[in-house]
């Protein structure tokens, strides 16, 4: 199985970016798909998921207006949009994978399965 993040980069406050996950050698149906961000020194965070089978959403409230997750099922890719970005959400960007909802949301210590980070900078 294999989650590779991409799309990290500098970006304006108040600027977008969007923030692929490509995902290979799972069921996807069989899975939930989040993006988590993690400060240095901090705790990595649940940001937003999306499960795979039916479209549901859930978002970390901070986040919603601004980021939106969604999938694209031909191309096994999950996005995270971001919008209207603030100097705070410079952090690294994680996806990750889990057969259990509740996992993604809390971040545990047992997922299923976590991509590599990517970088994202906003400058003021």
């Known amino acids: 199985v294999q989650l590779q993040a991409s799309g990290g980069g500098m970006v304006q406050a108040g600027g977008s970016l969007r923030l692929s996950c490509a995902a290979s050698g799972l069921t996807f149906s069989s899975y939930v798909f989040g993006w988590f961000r993690q400060a240095p020194g901090k705790e990595r965070r649940f940001v937003v998921a999306i499960r795979w089978s039916s479209g549901d959403l859930y978002s970390e409230g901070s986040v919603k207006g601004r980021f939106t997750i969604s999938r694209d099922n031909a191309k096994n890719i999950v996005y995270l949009q971001m919008n209207s970005l603030e100097p705070e959400d410079t952090v690294v960007y994680y996806c990750?994978?889990?057969?259990?909802?509740?996992?993604?949301?809390?971040?545990?210590?047992?997922?299923?399965?976590w991509g590599k980070g990517t970088q994202v900078t906003v400058s003021s």
């Open positions: 990750a994978a889990d057969r259990i909802l509740g996992t993604i949301l809390r971040v545990g210590d047992d997922m299923d399965y």
